[in-house]
């Protein structure tokens, strides 16, 4: 389902606000999750590491981008072009439901979490794996 690309340290992978046409799995490297604050700074929403899928709710929603997503290092991925998977999602229910609770359980947290502000960390992409899409399939499989 899946190419694999390499990007040097400092790329850009995603532009927030642009449309979006693939998911990726970090396959090596780390990424840098931004958006642009009101005041003009880039705030650091995450960094993900190898085994991670980045990308997803755009891809799943079919909304634009949230934030930007940028290679802190070289990295490796494999892109998951939109079309093939939506419809893996569609054949797998239970991950697209894996997903979903992983996203309600972050946003739940970051309420608990939050008083008048909100943390910079951990708020708009899930860091769901890789492993864990496929625990969950073979969970709801068996």
């Known amino acids: ?3 694999r690309r390499g990007y040097p ?9 642009d449309v979006a046409h693939e998911a990726v799995v970090l396959l090596e490297g780390d990424l840098k999750v931004v958006v642009g604050s009101a005041d003009g700074r880039d705030v ?3 960094v993900f590491g190898p085994g ?3 990308g997803e709710w755009s891809v799943i929603d079919g909304k634009t ?3 930007t997503v940028t290679a802190l290092s070289d990295v490796e991925v494999l892109s998951l072009p939109a079309a093939p998977f ?3 999602l569609d ?3 239970e991950v697209r439901e894996g997903l979903l609770l992983d996203t309600i359980g972050r946003l739940r947290a970051q309420v608990r979490t939050s008083s008048n502000s909100v943390p910079v960390t951990r708020w708009a992409a899930p860091d769901i794996t890789v492993h864990d899409l496929d625990r969950l399939r073979c969970r709801a499989t068996h």
């Open 91 to 93: 054949r797998h229910p």
């Open 44 to 46: 650091v929403l995450d």
């Open 65 to 67: 981008r949230s934030a």
């Open 52 to 54: 991670e899928l980045v």
């Open 86 to 88: 939506r419809a893996f």
């Open 1 to 3: 389902m899946g190419t």
């Open 9 to 17: 340290a400092g790329a850009i992978l995603f532009m927030e606000g």
